[in-house]
């Protein structure tokens, strides 16, 4: 049981996160702190908070976990805002979709303090945000990936993997590179490749001939360069390395079926399209068998 | 009112469209065409056709339309089957995902009955096949779009209209080689993409560690990679050329953004980004309000 916790943004992650646990009655109180007022208010409107604070020091007395569910370019700020305040026996997580940028802002931010950092970031979101996008359900059945510090002490660790749980998340541990490289593969690039794609087909002079026949198949490819621009601008730029490496693949393996292409090669074009699809049926099993949420407010 | 029709090939496509037809009170009798005789069973069982026939004189004799819906590399050899029997008043119509390439067969195919072939190409489809998954409703409120001949009549670009309007579709008119182009651009291309990505992904050493915190943006994006990898190999190289001069767009496009992104260029990517949502939420918006399927039976 948390007797206090802290939000930094309380939106549709932080708002969820906190919705959870007092659904599964794991917090005594919740106090939300937003650079925006309204949102504070509209949190506290919702029954997502129970304190809208504008005060790091007062948001920070005695909590025992604080999550900075903030747009990840504004975790340093946030974090060097708290570090005068922190205390020993209060837990700071995050929740950025980028894990070695933030760890070097809060080693930056925090100095003797990171051990009070545990990194972390829950596979679940929404087209929505804001705090009316929250819901208690979000976290059920998501993974969540820790990205432990070798400064952090197995307690801290627990106290964080403890609260997700509570919201029926399922803990995930890897390190801040393997989190970076494996997103970049699985998200950064898929996104990348969407905004690509539509704006590419937007500026040919046909776009509308060509918008109106797209069906339900470039729906779906295209549904992620729906997302923002302005968070996918930062997690491209947080993740510049991996997502590099991994577009450099993808770049070499369009070269390679260009050349299948042009050679009329349909032998070999069917293997990668084969490939593609067995790998993605047996993915899609294992992820609908995965991914059952479980009972309502099960943890 | 269609006195008799013959359907080559009664899966999803052909079976639909007996089924819509059927439905709407528009065809007296339904001859089925079919190399599998336990496909042409299973059709008969179903209602989908009222007459399963092994021979193509037969299935001919006294029909007022005849539609090809058997994948698109057979439509060659079974045009040239049909065209010792087709007599004046028979029209001969296509299914087929490209369309350059099924005029040149059919020119082949039926020499000087050409102008009975009008081509077309319904804009509809579903990860299923096979008789068991046509449905009397699957082309209500989309789009079929025919690429007539100069050598068509328009009493015969009529009759196939008419007959895919009772099935409550919504008849679009473009040139065989704007048609190809147009779909290499908003499906060929993101299949060939889709396809590429979970195959360099499956590839990779790592791979089930990937697949593992792949999540629902990447769901939607490969979604199409669950594709038949023959069927989409045929239309890869039957649209050969334009398939390939939009992947070289393409693989421009993401040169420019792999710049973007190796400079560190956040304006510039965020531009891309932010032109891409803007279009797809546009587009978003018109095919919301264009697909609202009509009501049960319209046309």
Redesign the interface.
């Known amino acids: 049981m948390l007797k206090k916790i802290a939000i930094f943004g309380v939106g549709l992650i932080g708002g969820s996160f906190a919705l959870a646990l007092k659904r599964a009655g794991a917090v005594g109180q919740v106090v939300g702190v937003s650079r925006t007022a309204a949102t504070l208010e509209r949190a506290k409107e919702l029954g997502i908070i129970d304190v809208a604070s504008t005060s790091v020091a007062e948001a920070l007395e005695g909590a025992d976990l604080v999550l900075v569910a903030a747009p990840v370019a504004q975790t340093g700020k946030i974090l060097a805002s708290i570090a005068p305040h922190l205390r020993p026996g209060t837990v700071v997580t995050d929740a950025g979709s980028t894990k070695c940028d933030v760890v070097a802002a809060a080693r930056e931010a925090l100095g003797e303090k990171i051990s009070q950092f545990v990194p972390g970031h829950p596979?679940?979101?929404a087209e929505l945000s804001g705090p009316d996008a929250a819901l208690a359900d979000l976290y059920v059945g998501k993974?969540v990936?820790l990205t432990a510090l070798p400064e952090n002490t197995e307690a801290d660790i627990e106290c964080v993997a403890g609260a997700w749980r509570q919201c029926g998340a399922l803990i995930?541990r890897l390190s801040a590179e393997?989190h970076d490289s494996?997103?970049a593969?699985?998200?950064h690039?898929?996104?990348?490749?969407?905004?690509?794609?539509?704006?590419?087909?937007?500026?040919?002079p046909h776009?509308d001939?060509?918008?109106q026949?797209?069906?339900?198949?470039?729906?779906?490819?295209?549904?992620?360069?729906?997302?923002?621009?302005?968070m996918?601008?930062?997690i491209?730029?947080a993740n510049?390395t991996a997502?590099?490496r991994e577009?450099?693949?993808?770049?070499a393996?369009?070269?390679r079926?260009?050349a299948m292409?042009?050679a009329?090669d349909?032998a070999a074009?069917?293997t990668?399209?084969?490939?593609?699809?067995?790998?993605?049926?047996a993915?899609?099993k294992?992820?609908e068998t995965a991914e059952k949420p479980a009972p309502r407010g099960g943890n």
């Open positions: 596979i679940a979101g993974k990936v995930h393997q494996v997103f593969a699985v998200s690039l898929p996104h990348l490749l969407a905004f690509g794609l539509v704006d590419d087909i937007a500026r040919k776009a001939l060509l918008f026949y797209a069906a339900s198949g470039f729906r779906d490819f295209t549904r992620i360069a729906g997302s923002s621009p302005e996918w601008r930062d491209s730029l510049q997502l590099l577009l450099d693949d993808y770049m393996q369009l070269e079926m260009r292409l042009a009329g349909g074009l069917e990668v399209y084969a490939n593609a699809q067995r790998a993605r049926h993915w899609s294992t992820i």
